[in-house]
């Protein structure tokens, strides 16, 4: 239920006449486009491993910003799971991280067939855990999206943070595993930066294209190149009508990515430093500096 409280300030004619400025009107409240939305998160299909879910939800003008937390543990070693995301069709996924307790995974855009490769081969190694997000078959109004991970042993939890925006709502009923959990929307917050870079972060789960978290890369010519592609897509809506651009940047010893320059609008650059930000690669002995060419195609 919504209450509205209205203050009425009156001014005596005295004091009106000092007022040199009128007062622009009030904007509107953002339009809220939806009432009631539902979002379901299916118990993993291993009996195995116990699902602990969370979620937050913070309103942003005229859009949602949701952020689902799954953290599992697993009554044996060396299990793997599976388990299935109900969204709604006009929910967008932006992003996933993997936590397997001693390092952070930002997913990457992968192309669908190549993501499912990559974790099939992967998961037959030891001390790899990759985690995998991928578009399943929805039904309606309703898209489904599969979570894979794997190792889930007894020692450690290991958590999938994915964030949603959608259109905003007045009440989010959550089923996480089997237990309802109702959230208020209502309210819109002063946007912080963060916000306002994930509203413009384009979808990254779509048919052909998943979130692929895996263990870092060494920085090899090819796995700083396999970087960019992996967020290639990311990287176009960064720098809109611009085709052509060469990034240039520094792999630190440990493996992180700073100093990065690009020839390109500041707007731009800012989208594609944030990107660039997230690679994160196997610690080094010594930093060096890379340049990176993006060429793409008018659409």
């Known amino acids: 239920m919504r209450s509205l409280l209205a203050v009425a300030v009156l001014a005596t004619p005295a004091l009106a006449r000092t007022v040199e400025h009128e007062q622009p009107p009030l904007e509107p409240p953002p339009a809220i486009a939806q009432h009631v939305v539902t979002l379901v998160v299916d ?18 003008r005229d859009k949602a910003i949701v952020t689902l937390k799954l953290t599992m543990t697993g009554s044996a070693d060396e299990q793997a799971t599976h388990m299935w995301l109900s969204l709604p069709h006009d929910a967008s996924v932006v992003g996933m991280t993997f936590d397997r307790g001693h390092e952070m995974m930002v997913a990457q855009p992968v192309a669908q067939h190549e993501a499912r490769a990559r974790f099939d081969h992967l998961a037959e190694r030891p001390a790899a855990d990759p985690a995998l997000l991928e578009l399943g078959r929805g039904t309606g109004d309703v898209d489904r999206y599969e979570l894979s991970v794997f190792p889930i042993s007894t020692d450690e939890h290991v958590t999938a943070t994915v964030t949603i925006t959608m259109p905003r709502f007045e009440h989010l009923i959550a089923n996480l595993g089997g237990r309802n959990e109702e959230l208020i929307a209502a309210a819109s917050v002063v946007p912080t930066a963060d916000d306002l870079a994930l509203l413009a972060q384009p979808r990254a789960v779509l048919a052909g294209h998943s979130l692929m978290a895996e263990p870092n890369r060494p920085p090899t010519a090819l796995g700083l190149h396999d970087a960019f592609r992996a967020a290639r897509m990311q990287l176009r809506a960064c720098l809109g009508d611009q085709l052509d651009a060469t990034v240039h940047y520094t792999v630190a010893i440990d493996g992180t990515v700073t100093n990065v320059d690009i020839d390109a609008p500041a707007e731009a650059a800012t989208c594609v430093t944030r990107v660039v930000d997230t690679f994160q690669f196997a610690a080094i002995d010594r930093p060096f500096d890379a340049s990176e060419g993006l060429h793409y195609a008018r659409d």
Do not use: E, M, T
Request: no cysteine; hydrophobic share 60%; glycine share 0%.
């Open 43 to 60: 118990a993993p299909d291993n009996d195995l491993v116990a699902l602990a879910p969370a979620i937050d939800v913070r309103a942003v």
